[in-house]
């Protein structure tokens, strides 16, 4: 998956949902382990959120 970035307008404030695949690797090692997808949002010009981790 790639990383996205969906933006919306609802009324003024714009919303943005960011996709991440998130993934440990260790120094050394090419090996990708225990990875994630994680959903962050964000309400106008407020902080980005954690919304869902997969």
Known sequence: MKNDIFVSVAGEDPISKCNLEIFYQ?????????????????????????????
């Open 26 to 54: 260790q120094a050394g090692n090419t090996t990708k382990a225990a990875f994630y997808l994680v959903s962050l949002v964000k309400f106008g010009g407020e902080e980005w959120k954690v919304f869902q981790v997969k």
